[in-house]
Nanobody, 119 residues
Framework: QVQLVESGGGLVQAGGSLRLSCAASGRSLWSFAMGWFRQAPGKEREFVARIGWSGGSTYYADSVKGRFTISKDNAKNTMFLQMDSLKPEDTAVYYC????????????WGQGTQVTVSS
């Protein structure tokens, strides 16, 4: 069974930085597309960023473009989200997700890690 575990969330002041990590276990995810999503209180889950299996293809939501950087380390089976210039609007539970090559939608999800940005 594939399991994803996020870590690195916390409380930061506006303008600060955090780096989230997503560790995979159960099997290697080298062939999986992976991404980050977030869900703020009272809102639906939204896309944040995604990265291809090779790490060479990345895409970001307009709201985080230029501030967040997604990356992965296949050798460590880990994905990262570097978040800089954080804003109060970034406050949410952040989820790691993975999509197997045959899947249409993301089919594996982590439990989420809380990010709170104070103003």
């Amino acid at each position: 069974q594939v399991q994803l575990v996020e870590s690195g969330g916390g409380l930061v002041q506006a303008g600060g930085s955090l780096r989230l990590s997503c560790a995979a276990s159960g099997r290697s995810l080298w062939s999986f597309a992976m991404g980050w999503f977030r869900q703020a209180p009272g809102k639906e889950r939204e896309f944040v960023a995604r990265i291809g299996w090779s790490g060479g293809s990345t895409y970001y939501a307009d709201s985080v473009k230029g501030r967040f950087t997604i990356s992965k380390d296949n050798a460590k089976n880990t994905m990262f989200l570097q978040m800089d210039s954080l804003k109060p609007e970034d406050t949410a539970v952040y989820y790691c997700a993975a999509k197997s090559p045959m899947a249409v939608e993301y089919d594996y999800w982590g439990q989420g890690t809380q990010v709170t940005v104070s103003s």
